[in-house]
């Protein structure tokens, strides 16, 4: 029984991944293919040679952003964008859902931002007990001015499904950042803490830790 469970694990080890990945490829794949809905039905795959290729719209959509990035970022197309942010301003409803939507895109994906860029260690859901989080910003206007320490705005994931979670303002004192990369901490989080970053430091706790200071 041992051989075979642990050729059965073996096995486990190899198809688990690859179908994980094949699952996440073919929905983000599905995904980007409704983008053809945008080409005229003449000119649409199944019209013009009968049936469908999976991955055209992954084609489409790369080449709609590349096309729009060329397009605002001349002067006839920031010209063009400020028209069209300034009439969607005058929409009660959407001009929230816009600017909100704008400020959390321009905030993640701007070059040299702060958020989700590291990996912190908080005390989270009370002191002594250790959550990871992410750094999502250190600007937090009238919090900062009606707290008594500096304070850091963090995104606490949830377990094993990490786009949900909680904001919290920590004390920047009570922060402890960390050195693995994002990436690693997702992997970390979406495991039930199963898989851990490879660490060469030290592992004694720092409360245990020899004091040498007297030394």
Do not use: H
């Not at 959390?104 to 990871?132: C, D, H």
């Not at 060469?200 to 830790?209: K, V």
């Amino acid at each position: 029984m041992k051989i075979i469970r642990r050729y059965l694990v073996a096995g486990l080890l190899i198809w688990v991944p690859l179908g994980v990945t094949f699952l996440v490829l073919r929905v983000l794949v599905r995904f980007m293919d409704r983008s053809l809905v945008l080409l005229p039905g003449p000119y649409r795959p199944e019209n013009l040679i009968g049936f469908n290729i999976p991955g055209l719209g992954v084609i489409l959509t790369l080449a709609l952003l590349l096309g729009t990035g060329l397009l605002v970022t001349n002067l006839f197309g920031r010209k063009l964008i400020g028209g069209w942010e300034s009439l969607l301003a005058r929409i009660p409803l959407i001009r929230s859902i816009y600017s909100g939507a704008k400020q959390v895109a321009e905030t993640m994906l701007a070059e040299g931002g702060q958020s989700f860029n590291k990996v912190l260690l908080i005390p989270y859901p009370r002191k002594g007990v250790w959550s990871l989080a992410f750094q999502t910003g250190t600007d937090v206007g009238e919090v900062q001015s009606k707290t008594s320490q500096e304070v850091i705005c963090a995104f606490v994931p949830t377990t094993p499904n990490p786009t949900s979670g909680f904001i919290v303002m920590v004390p920047r004192a009570d922060v402890i950042e960390l050195e693995m990369s994002v990436d690693a901490a997702l992997r970390m989080i979406i495991s039930l803490g199963v898989v851990v970053p490879p660490w060469s430091g030290p592992i004694t706790p720092a409360a245990l830790a020899p004091d040498t200071s007297r030394a």
